[in-house]
């Protein structure tokens, strides 16, 4: 894990833009900086040492004389990879990942990424053929964002860095912002907040020479996620098949995902996912013959007002269940004014939330002294989780199987509505045909259907997930930390989105799979637990109290509204008395 930046240029390239990037990036790499220049090459890299902590694990790093790269993430399976490239003839110096990409690349050329089981973002330089490939994960957990015009391609892990480098105009993406003020955050287009500044495309890899790069870069995908959308019915034999396959690949998940040669603890947040993740952790230390108890970590409201969003009940009961160290943190309202500020400066974006929870999870994690946690992001997704997916669910079994589960879903704790509608809708579907079904949602703003489960959840998967990414690598990343997703092993994302829909949610409960393949292993007040409440924040209690009149002063400052662009009119309609605050008052 790290931060990279750099940029290739028509002419020559300058030392100094290059400095300044990786200082704007500093806190992604506390351990170290390097440089590469060719006279119209600039790499520069920010260590964060996880693997190999000695000098041979700098970047950016060459191989064979013919290769420079530098690299942001983690490859799980390098080992393996390294292996395999050994027995094809390769050597290596090191015992980095860093080496294996490129000799990686070296033999299979760009479709060396299929290989690659982590999260990644990397830039290499073919010397020999003067090209350049570069590549982000399948999922976009590691950033990478560019610039490019007809002389400059300027890339970084962050845009601060782009900016930092004097070699772009500082601009608000208007479109953007009001399209973000309209929907909300949106990190899987190209489109950033800041005009002509890019996401690399995740599931991506360009190839080509620096005339391709300038100007119009053309990129290449090379995954893509197919998913299962029978409407197979429940079998109790398959549910026990799928769910053993499920434990299986998830635990080789998380054996892979603590590799490392620092300390490794685990976010906990009291739920399934995460609870299954140190489950896994504590059976792998086991196997190991490690004696040291897992470090956890978690964020709590203990506090007056704020016990509707504490988890704490389910983190002691695990911990003691598991006997690991539970380290856990308060937030409070006092910290909100404080920190909100720096939040945005590092997720360079405004969150939907204070992100109190992750942010102060990871300050616990940075006061230990562990480097690396896994937690437990990407399983709701997949698993289908959160109650609006029990309405595509409805729509996906068969009308014989509909009447029965309407009343088990009930059962879950906030579904009511959800299940009524989901109800209708499913009998439209059955008794009006899909053509008749489809055509009653013409003109409605949403203009589609619920879908089934599965391509709701690929939807999901593919789009709003990607913004909890990225606040997790930024959030993580503010304290040198790195932030390791065993949900998010693409051998276990393809394999859920296999499993048809009736095992995702069955008998009234949502992540049925989940909750099978833990049986008896984690304790019954977590495995079949109905109201977990994901990472909760008081943020409506500290904004109707002692927050509030804060709340009101930042709120209805007229500049920052007015700076996004007359388009969105905002100003004026509070000026109209159409407030914000009248919202929390």
Request: proline share 4%.
């Amino acid at each position: 894990m790290c931060g990279i930046a750099g940029y290739i240029a028509r002419e020559s390239v300058e030392k100094s833009p290059l400095k300044k990037m990786t200082d704007a990036i500093a806190h992604r790499g506390p351990d170290g900086e390097g440089y590469y220049y060719e006279d119209d090459i600039a790499f520069g890299h920010r260590r964060l040492a996880i693997v190999d902590l000695s000098d041979h694990g700098k970047q950016p790093m060459e191989y064979q004389d013919r290769y420079v790269t530098v690299f942001n993430g983690e490859i799980y399976n390098y080992l393996e990879l390294k292996q395999e490239l050994i027995e094809a003839g390769y050597s290596f110096s090191n015992e980095t990942d860093t080496e294996v990409i490129m000799a990686a690349y070296d033999l299979w050329g760009s479709d060396c990424v299929k290989s690659f089981n982590g999260m990644w973002a990397f830039v290499l330089y073919d010397k020999q053929n003067e090209t350049f490939f570069i590549s982000r994960d399948r999922f976009g957990i590691k950033p990478l964002y560019y610039y490019c015009d007809n002389n400059n391609f300027v890339f970084c892990s962050e845009v601060k860095g782009i900016y930092a480098s004097g070699l772009v105009e500082k601009a608000p993406n208007k479109s953007y912002l009001k399209n973000y003020l309209d929907n909300g955050p949106n990190e899987y287009d190209a489109e950033t907040a800041f005009a002509n500044v890019y996401r690399f495309p995740f599931a991506h890899y360009f190839l080509g020479t620096k005339e391709q790069l300038l100007g119009q870069p053309q990129f290449t995908r090379y995954w893509e996620l197919t998913t299962n959308t029978s409407r197979e019915r429940f079998c109790p034999i398959k549910a026990k098949e799928y769910a053993d396959q499920y434990y299986d690949l998830l635990a080789d998940s998380v054996r892979l995902r603590l590799r490392a040669d620092v300390k490794v603890g685990s976010a906990l947040s009291g739920g399934l996912d995460s609870s299954s993740i140190v489950y896994l952790v504590n059976e792998q230390l086991k196997a190991q013959g490690k004696a040291d108890l897992q470090e956890t970590f978690s964020s709590v409201y203990k506090s007056n007002g704020t016990q509707d969003c504490d988890e704490s009940e389910f983190i002691d009961l695990l911990a003691k269940e598991l006997n690991v160290n539970s380290n856990q943190i308060e937030p409070n309202e006092k910290d909100v004014p404080d920190e909100l500020e720096k939040v945005i400066w590092h997720m360079e974006n405004p969150p939907e939330s204070t992100c109190m929870s992750g942010w102060h999870t990871f300050k616990k994690v940075k006061d230990t002294g562990v480097t690396v946690t896994l937690d437990g992001q990407g399983a709701d997704e997949q698993l289908a989780g959160y109650l609006p997916y029990i309405a595509s669910y409805m729509t996906s079994i068969s009308i014989f199987d509909l009447y029965k589960e309407v009343f088990n879903l009930l059962r879950i704790p906030g579904s009511r509505n959800i299940v009524i509608i989901g109800f209708l809708m499913a009998n439209c579907r059955f008794f009006l045909g899909k053509e008749i079904y489809q055509s009653l949602f013409i003109g409605i703003k949403r203009r589609q259907p619920p879908s089934e489960l599965n391509l709701e959840l690929k939807n999901s998967f593919e789009k709003g997930l990607v913004t909890l990414l990225h606040y997790a690598d930024h959030t993580s990343m503010a304290y040198s930390i790195e932030s390791r997703m065993p949900f998010m092993d693409y051998r276990l994302v393809e394999f859920l989105a296999r499993v048809p829909a009736c095992y995702k949610i069955h008998n009234g409960w949502t992540k049925y799979l989940a909750r099978l393949a833990f049986d008896k292993k984690l304790p019954d007040e977590i495995t079949w637990r109905k109201d977990k409440m994901g990472w909760p924040v008081p943020e409506e209690y500290w904004f109707r109290g002692n927050l509030q009149e804060w709340f009101i002063k930042t709120a209805e400052q007229p500049q920052g509204l007015k700076a996004i662009g007359e388009s969105i009119d905002m100003a004026s309609a509070m000026q109209r008395g159409k407030k914000i605050t009248s919202l929390i008052r």
